[in-house]
């Protein structure tokens, strides 16, 4: 199985981006999906996960509202949608894939992970 995040970049603050994640070797239907960020000095943080049936779920604090993630099974692809990015916002996003039956925040609740895409906001 491998997920191959991109889409990272820098950007100024008010600024957007879209993050992709490509799975293969897996049916990205039989899994749920999600989306974590990591600072330097800082732990994985969760962003925003989508089930199999595409519920979604979000971050509690200020990420919710302007991030939007979205799933094309097609194209066996996940999506991050960020707008108004904030500098607090840079890191690297990586996506994850979980074959839990419930969505999770947790980190360890996913088995495969991306390699990571950096998203550097600039104030």
């Known amino acids: 199985v491998q997920l191959q995040a991109s889409g990272g970049g820098l950007v100024q603050a008010g600024g957007s981006l879209r993050l992709s994640c490509v799975a293969s070797?897996?049916?990205?239907?039989?899994?749920?999906m999600g989306w974590f960020r990591q600072a330097p000095g800082n732990e994985r943080e969760f962003v925003a996960s989508?089930?199999?049936?595409?519920?979604?779920?979000y971050s509690e604090d200020s990420m919710k509202g302007r991030f939007t993630i979205s799933r094309d099974d097609s194209r066996s692809t996940v999506f991050l949608e960020m707008i108004n990015l904030k500098p607090e916002d840079t890191a690297v996003y990586y996506c994850?894939?979980?074959?839990?039956?419930?969505?999770?925040?947790?980190?360890?609740?996913?088995?495969?992970w991306g390699q990571g895409t950096q998203v550097t906001v600039s104030s």
């Open positions: 070797g897996i049916y990205l239907s039989d899994v749920n």
């Open positions: 989508i089930t199999r049936s595409s519920s979604r779920y």
């Open positions: 994850a894939a979980s074959l839990w039956g419930s969505p999770t925040p947790n980190p360890k609740g996913y088995n495969y």
